[in-house]
């Protein structure tokens, strides 16, 4: 930001005049401001391998032969960068010699006391005006570098110069000096010069447009400035700060394209709280929330976080593009990351996959306009962080019967617009160089047109993988992997090209990939979609309530003897336990919004704002519970109260990206507690805070504890658990995976033993043994029963089982004397070999009054009939197919003879 910048930091130096290398200068007026006009550039080192400098208070570091560093004569603390190919630059100067091109200095203009200019030692010069208020940028050019085509690139020894405050740019050369008053805005398309051009034209696809703006930029425009990018600095935007892990790409100032920027929205949108304290909603986790079960809720939670990501978008407070959803099925409980997926079901994963990507886009990516982009990840097989890159051995039968159905929901049914490849490999490949997967099978027999974009620094640390960096960043090139999070690109990917083992045509194909859906953004619209979302969504009531009905409708009711739960409001109550009091840690992961609405919704200040009779005693004084001290004080509160709640569980701080559990135990003695206070107390509840399953087998087995999982509720935890607890309304939440019985770790030692089948297999449609509690199960406060509404056909061929799957109507009745949601599952299963004990097929939810019933119709599509053989390939073959619907408590099945030959289904 050239004039913003200058007064900001600028007047944090020294007033005094300094007279360093001879040269001395006055400090200037403007608005009352005394600036310090003199810094000095640091050069650049020439053996340093990294390719560029990030250049903060207080941090000076260069990175390449191509960039300097301005430092403060004054200050040296005080930093500022110049870097050429990078949109979000102060102004890029080009090298002369390796001399002259080493020693700077800022000057006030010789013709007006708010200007400043380079000054090269050699006595060469670049002019830069800026008005110290913050208005626009003019510069003092050489004739030769302006143009009256804005488009056409300017000659080499021309430089850029960028204001990103005032959205305006030209070109500066170093020798004879001018004033020119070209102005383009960051965001082309807004003056008459370029609003002519093809890439401006509504009425072209997006694909035609980004590919006449891609056919008008040089080769490394192309790689740093749209296949590149860095971590954002911390840094304020209209006063407002912004969220620090934002990553972008540099854009290219020349023919108005700005830097395009990247963030997560997991949960809730990543991003700082706004200065009226309105903070970006965090919702349940994406394990809380598939535990619902239910479509319309994933959607509405997609909907909302898209609307607040698009308003802090308009707002130029954050990015469009979000890396999220995680579709990486949950397969083994020790996974860190695993409470950031849809379960241990790929199927499922791919199905809450399809309504988070459209309602965080508004629609798939074929519509024209699309309010956010989401990015499904990581491609292939990452579910284990020991260590995240690992290199895993995948059977043709499990890459196609598992690891591969939420990628295919994603490219065909979600319509997502971007996908990001892993750390790791699969079968001796790097998943961001694996040509196979991402052109063969996503691009070419899937149809998919969205960019992949690695994971951060993915495509270096493989760097290895070829026999030269260039070979490496070609290899990930070539293989598809279109966008670089990280700097490999920008240094290699040139050379790359030059060395013939990448064509300019590749990249051409990525960067057109990358802007067609910018310009679905509108980023190039003059009246872009979605512009009426403002700043007013962030935050909202209306999400709050969403966030609030989000974990009401996930929670999951785990055991309720002698219907202990719900309790009466009127009762004493004893809140004991290291979550009772908990608020950040019920959030969840760290891919989340900066959120203080948390603060006020710990269940102890939820429970005191119900006005409940409550004391509270933690037992623990920390989740790591390591020791029993305070276990005295929190029996004596159970015994003189009529109901002891018990918050246990882990957090973050145990399970989270780079950190997978070794052990499934609660933490220390929390079990000790809980089972301390059951004994003194009859009346006892455990509630459950956790993403994967933790060992709870005492509990369940002495059947004299109700225990309610509430997982990672999110922001309106207190008021959430609190309406379970008392019976506002009734749990309806079922597991998305299995919980397995005290001793899962030996069965299975490594994490990353990625074979299904192998010992006791895992997940519910290998696993051979006996689990604590199925995959599936969940109570209510009501009972639901079934029966057929329709009997299934006695048999089906594979051809019409192919084209149309197998349609079944079953009728639910909620005969208790509470409402409640049921949630119906139909499961599939056969007796083939090479085939899972059985497989979700389909699923809905339903809300019943007491005494109300409802006839569904559930459709199991071909692919969850089909099983794969050993060679990969999807089969439907004659078998009876065991057909079982409703709950793990109440079900109805048939069988279903399917005849006729074997069908080969599509990959």
Request: glycine share 8%; proline share 5%; charged share 15%.
């Amino acid at each position: 930001m050239i004039a913003s910048t200058f007064v900001a930091v600028l007047a944090a130096t020294s007033q005094a005049t300094s007279t360093e290398n001879g040269l001395g200068v006055e400090p200037i007026e403007c608005d009352g401001t005394r600036l310090q006009q003199r810094w000095t550039l640091v050069p650049a080192l020439a053996n340093d391998s990294v390719d560029r400098m990030r250049a903060v208070a207080g941090e000076s570091t260069t990175r390449a032969v191509s960039t300097v560093t301005i430092h403060s004569v004054a200050d040296a603390s005080l930093c500022m960068s110049a870097q050429s190919d990078v949109g979000s630059v102060l102004f890029t100067v080009p090298c002369l010699d390796e001399v002259s091109q080493q020693q700077w200095q800022l000057h006030p203009a010789p013709a007006t006391a708010n200007a400043l200019v380079l000054v090269n030692m050699a006595g060469k010069c670049v002019g830069i005006r800026g008005c110290c208020d913050g208005g626009p940028l003019q510069v003092v050019d050489c004739a030769h570098c302006n143009s009256s085509d804005p488009t056409v690139s300017p000659p080499a020894d021309c430089a850029i110069a960028h204001n990103t405050t005032a959205g305006t740019f030209t070109t500066v050369a170093s020798g004879l000096c001018y004033d020119s008053g070209a102005q383009l805005p960051t965001r082309g398309c807004r003056d008459a010069v370029s609003s002519a051009l093809p890439y401006c034209n509504t009425s072209l696809s997006a694909e035609h447009r980004a590919a006449d703006l891609v056919d008008r930029m040089v080769l490394t425009e192309k790689i740093s400035g749209i296949l590149a990018t860095l971590m954002v600095p911390t840094s304020t935007a209209n006063g407002t700060a912004i969220n620090h892990n934002l990553r972008q790409s540099g854009g290219v100032p020349r023919l108005g394209v700005p830097p395009i920027l990247y963030n997560e929205a997991m949960h809730g949108i990543m991003a700082l709280c706004l200065q009226n304290n309105s903070c970006p909603t965090s919702f349940p986790m994406q394990i809380t929330q598939t535990a619902s079960f239910n479509r319309t809720l994933w959607r509405a939670v997609a909907t909302a976080l898209g609307r607040e990501g698009r308003a802090l978008f308009n707002g130029h407070l954050d990015a469009a593009t979000f890396w999220a959803p995680d579709v990486n099925p949950f397969r083994d409980p020790r996974y860190g990351r695993g409470q950031e997926t849809g379960g241990e079901d790929a199927w499922v994963n791919g199905q809450v996959a399809t309504q988070y990507v459209q309602g965080l886009q508004g629609g798939p990516a074929t519509f024209d306009h699309l309010q956010t982009l989401a990015t499904c990840k990581h491609i292939l097989v990452y579910d284990s962080q020991s260590p995240s890159t690992a290199d895993v051995n995948i059977s043709a039968h499990d890459l196609h019967d598992y690891y591969l159905k939420p990628w295919r929901a994603c490219a065909i049914d979600a319509g997502a617009s971007s996908m990001m490849c892993s750390y790791g490999s699969f079968n001796g490949v790097p998943d961001c160089m694996h040509g196979d997967l991402m052109n063969g099978l996503i691009r070419d027999r899937w149809n998919w047109t969205g960019f992949i974009v690695s994971d951060c620094d993915a495509v270096d640390i493989h760097r290895g993988f070829e026999p030269s960096l260039e070979a490496s960043a070609a290899a990930a090139m070539n293989a598809g992997t279109d966008l670089d999070c990280g700097p490999f690109y920008e240094v290699h990917l040139a050379q790359a090209v030059a060395e013939g083992l990448v064509s300019e045509t590749a990249i051409n194909v990525a960067a057109i990939r990358v802007l067609t859906h910018q310009m679905k953004l509108g980023v190039f619209d003059v009246n872009p979609p979605f512009s009426d979302l403002t700043l007013a969504e962030v935050g909202s009531e209306q999400h709050a309530s969403l966030a609030r009905e989000a974990i009401q409708q996930s929670a999951i009711l785990l055991s309720n003897p002698s219907n202990l739960l719900p309790v009466n409001q009127t009762a004493k109550f004893a809140f004991i336990g290291p979550h009772a009091n908990s608020t950040f840690d019920l959030l969840g992961n760290d891919y989340m919004a900066d959120n203080i609405a948390v603060l006020r919704q710990s269940p102890l200040i939820a429970a005191m704002r119900r006005g409940l009779h409550v004391s509270y005693s933690p037992g623990c004084a920390s989740l790591a519970c390591i020791s029993k001290d305070g276990f005295a004080g929190a029996i004596e509160s159970a015994e003189a109260a009529d109901v002891a709640v018990v918050f246990l569980g882990i957090s973050e701080l145990f399970e989270n990206e780079g950190r997978d559990r070794k052990v499934l135990d609660l933490p220390g003695y929390q079990l000790d507690l809980a089972l301390a206070v059951q004994k003194a107390q009859p009346n006892t509840v455990v509630v459950l805070v956790h993403g994967g399953m933790v060992y709870i087998d005492e509990l369940i087995s002495q059947r004299n504890v109700a225990v309610l999982s509430v997982l990672y509720p999110g922001q309106e935890a207190g008021d959430g658990i609190m309406s379970l607890l008392l019976g506002d309304v009734s749990p309806a939440g079922k597991l998305p995976y299995t919980w397995y019985k005290k001793g899962f770790e030996a069965s299975r030692p490594s994490i990353n033993d990625n074979d299904l089948r192998s010992g006791q297999g895992v997940t519910y449609r290998y696993y051979k043994g006996i689990p604590l509690l199925p995959f599936g199960f969940g109570l209510s406060y009501t009972t639901f029963v079934y029966k057929w509404a329709t009997l299934p056909p006695a048999s089906v061929t594979t051809s019409a089982a192919a084209g149309e799957g197998l349609t079944i109507a079953v009728h639910v009745h909620n005969v208790g004397t509470r409402q409640g949601d049921a949630v119906v599952f139909a499961f599939v299963a056969t007796n083939l070999p090479g085939c899972p004990s059985k497989s979700l097929g389909a699923f809905d939810r339903v809300s019943l009054d007491s005494d109300e019933a409802h006839a569904m119709l559930l459709t199991i599509s071909a692919r969850e009939i089909a099983c794969a053989d050993e060679t990969g390939a999807l089969l439907l073959r004659a078998a009876d197919l065991i057909v079982t619907v409703g709950d793990t408590d109440h079900a109805v099945m048939a069988t279903v003879v399917l005849t006729g030959p074997t069908v080969v289904l599509d990959p």
